[in-house]
């Protein structure tokens, strides 16, 4: 089994311990074999490839765990004259980008089927290893049903792997959650308020009951170990979600007192996607025809969802690092980063919430999310030092070299 040798560059290992100037780590086959300085380094005999990190800065494979791999925000009018199969050929180009930019793990929170999942894991395409939650859950009228007060539809037909995601009430619910295992989902999504990008409800808007939420985690965590994850932005609605033992919360936006007390006792996961509405505010400067309700909702929720996310921050969620990737250009993840940053969080603080915590969110701690003797070989080194400026891993000139599961996906020192 062929060894690879990195060498030459500063360690920060996702596991919060200070950065180790001088490190070296061997990679045997896909997985990690011994970390640790470069003087006194024991290499084995035979064959090894040796990876300089020219003075860089090597970290684990990094992880978004929100994501919407086979989409990304268009204009209305080109979304419905766009041929249903060109999505999967142009998430192709998404799913690079999202390697390119050192994402070697994400939890996808809607619309990418098994088929697009295996595709990576056969080798066919370049992409991120991938949780799939199928189609997420809504309520008619809510956050995921596109139908337009002019009659049109425009929600994303249910097909072949992907069922409807449309559902009310507690019989209907139990029967969507099965579909969406029986298609192959790892997590189950469900929106459990209204959302920006809705055009008939507010984020504050609260979707299923308190006993609809318990029956998705009866199904899928009691009965087959799958967790659920909340779309969940107003208060109402993240604490039915938390109260029903939903595992994460995702964007947060309206988090109160209780909320945060609940988050607390329950050990629930906080996603925060900063980046979601900044993004939908940015993409109306260029784009005349994004809806208006979106931009409306987006300006609206900038600010509460800093102070919300700041006050989760001090204290003391569990904060996973997430995007809401698809609603902005892939590639672009590293921004949520900065974001962080912006409401409190320290550089060490927000890399952790994109590799350990981030692992940790997903259940894949024992393998992935640090760089220890064991792990499987997901590997990202960055030309700039993401200790004194994160922000410079937006550019993904900095990313240097991605390595998934042993492999090299990206490499700028050759």
Request: aromatic share 4%; glycine share 10%.
């Amino acid at each position: 089994m062929m060894y690879q040798l990195i060498k030459n560059g500063t360690l920060i290992d996702g596991t919060g311990q200070n950065a180790l100037e001088n490190a070296a780590i061997l990679l045997k086959g896909n997985r990690i074999e011994s970390v640790g300085p470069l003087d006194g380094f024991v290499t084995p005999e035979g064959e090894l490839s040796l990876i300089d990190a020219q003075g860089g800065f090597i970290l684990p494979g990094l992880f978004d765990t929100h994501v919407h791999m086979i989409m990304e925000i268009k204009d209305i009018r080109e979304s419905l004259t766009t041929p249903f199969a060109l999505k999967y050929f142009e998430a192709i180009g998404y799913m690079k980008r999202t390697i390119d930019a050192g994402i070697t793990s994400v939890r996808d929170a809607g619309f990418t089927d098994l088929g697009v999942k295996q595709a990576v894991e056969k080798g066919l395409v370049t992409g991120p290893r991938m949780q799939l939650s199928i189609n997420p859950l809504t309520i008619t009228g809510g956050h995921g049903d596109s139908w337009m007060r002019s009659g049109i539809d425009i929600t994303s037909k249910s097909y072949p792997g992907m069922p409807s995601g449309i559902c009310d009430g507690p019989e209907q619910v139990r029967q969507r959650v099965r579909e969406m295992l029986r298609a192959g989902a790892d997590i189950i999504k469900v929106h459990a308020t209204g959302g920006v990008m809705s055009p008939t409800d507010h984020p504050e808007f609260t979707q299923y009951s308190q006993e609809e939420l318990e029956i998705m985690v009866e199904e899928a965590t009691f009965r087959r170990g799958i967790k659920v994850m909340a779309h969940a932005q107003g208060a109402a609605g993240i604490k039915n979600a938390v109260r029903a033992g939903i595992h994460s919360i995702e964007h947060g936006i309206y988090l109160d007192e209780e909320a945060i007390e609940l988050m607390l006792k329950n050990g629930t996961y906080l996603v925060p996607t900063l980046l979601a509405p900044i993004s939908v505010v940015e993409a109306s400067k260029l784009n005349e025809n994004m809806p208006e309700y979106a931009v409306q909702k987006a300006h609206e929720v900038v600010e509460a969802h800093r102070e919300s996310i700041a006050k989760a921050y001090k204290a003391g969620v569990k904060i996973a690092m997430g995007t809401d990737a698809g609603v902005m250009a892939h590639g672009t993840n590293l921004r949520e980063l900065g974001l962080m940053c912006d409401i409190g969080m320290l550089p060490m603080e927000a890399i952790l919430a994109t590799t350990k915590v981030a692992a940790e969110c997903m259940g894949w701690e024992k393998d992935l999310g640090t760089l220890e003797a064991g792990k499987l070989a997901d590997v990202v080194i960055t030309k700039t030092n993401p200790l004194e400026d994160i922000r410079s891993l937006e550019d993904t000139n900095n990313i240097a070299v991605v390595i998934k599961d042993g492999k090299i996906e990206k490499n700028l020192f050759s």
